[in-house]
């Protein structure tokens, strides 16, 4: 997402603002701003690193889906000789972001997430327009996303409804200034999902 902001009341905006309590795992490390036009530069020629091969074959599947599900009318078998290669190849990609020892020792933890932005816990004291690489895990997809964002606040972590104390001493709220439009799209999706199981839970709570 570039620094232009929607129109109000826009579909885009509603869509950053539509946000979803998930848990992630989550790795955040300072940017110089020197530094942010090659590493995004990186990013969007799909230069770094094994993180985010899931998300890059996520968004090739999600192009072909059309065509597969037309092939599938056509002919089953091959179809189904399709979908079974694509599984093989989100296998691999999983052994890519195995090989992210670094990353998979992170702790998966809770996070308010929309496509916009994010709230999440931190320990570090981050100043409003600090610049921030964000390396965010979904699950259970396995689906890696390299995020640079800008910080708008840091507060002192509060307890939570049960009074419990937040295991992070601040939160801090992050706008997304740069994601790949393809994991937008990922995002957005993954965030649907989550919302639909969340509200599918609830429903049979409330049945019982």
């Given at each position: 997402?570039?620094?232009?902001?929607?129109?109000?009341?826009?579909?885009?905006?509603?869509?950053?603002?539509?946000?979803?309590?998930?848990?992630?795992?989550?790795?955040?490390?300072?940017?110089d701003?020197?530094?942010?036009?090659?590493?995004?530069?990186?990013?969007?020629?799909?230069l770094?690193?094994?993180?985010?091969?899931?998300?890059?074959?996520?968004?090739?599947?999600?192009?072909?889906?059309?065509?597969?599900?037309r092939?599938?009318?056509?002919?089953?078998?091959?179809?189904?000789y399709?979908?079974?290669?694509?599984?093989?190849?989100?296998?691999?990609?999983?052994?890519?972001?195995?090989q992210?020892?670094?990353?998979?020792?992170e702790?998966?933890?809770?996070?308010?997430?929309?496509?916009?932005?994010?709230?999440?816990?931190?320990?570090?004291l981050y100043?409003?327009?600090?610049?921030?690489?964000?390396?965010?895990?979904?699950?259970?997809?396995?689906?890696?996303?390299?995020?640079?964002?800008?910080?708008?606040?840091?507060?002192?972590?509060?307890?939570?409804?049960?009074?419990?104390?937040?295991?992070?001493?601040?939160?801090?709220?992050?706008?997304?200034?740069?994601?790949?439009?393809?994991?937008?799209?990922?995002?957005?999706?993954?965030?649907?999902?989550?919302?639909?199981?969340?509200?599918?839970?609830?429903?049979?709570?409330?049945?019982?």
């Amino acid at each position: 997402m570039s620094g232009n902001h929607p129109p109000a009341g826009s579909a885009e905006e509603r869509r950053n603002y539509f946000r979803i309590d998930d848990t992630v795992r989550l790795s955040v490390r300072r940017v110089d701003p020197g530094e942010l036009d090659r590493l995004v530069d990186q990013l969007d020629h799909n230069l770094a690193g094994n993180f985010t091969v899931m998300s890059s074959l996520a968004a090739i599947t999600a192009q072909v889906t059309m065509g597969l599900r037309r092939i599938e009318n056509r002919d089953a078998d091959l179809a189904a000789y399709l979908r079974a290669i694509d599984h093989k190849i989100e296998v691999i990609g999983r052994a890519f972001i195995a090989q992210e020892p670094e990353f998979l020792a992170e702790q998966a933890v809770p996070a308010n997430l929309s496509a916009g932005g994010m709230c999440v816990g931190v320990d570090e004291l981050y100043q409003p327009g600090e610049l921030l690489e964000i390396r965010m895990l979904l699950f259970p997809s396995f689906t890696g996303l390299m995020i640079y964002g800008t910080v708008i606040d840091t507060a002192e972590a509060e307890a939570g409804d049960d009074g419990v104390p937040s295991r992070f001493k601040r939160t801090a709220r992050i706008e997304f200034s740069h994601i790949r439009e393809s994991d937008r799209e990922l995002l957005i999706r993954h965030l649907l999902r989550r919302q639909s199981s969340q509200l599918r839970d609830q429903h049979e709570e409330e049945s019982q």
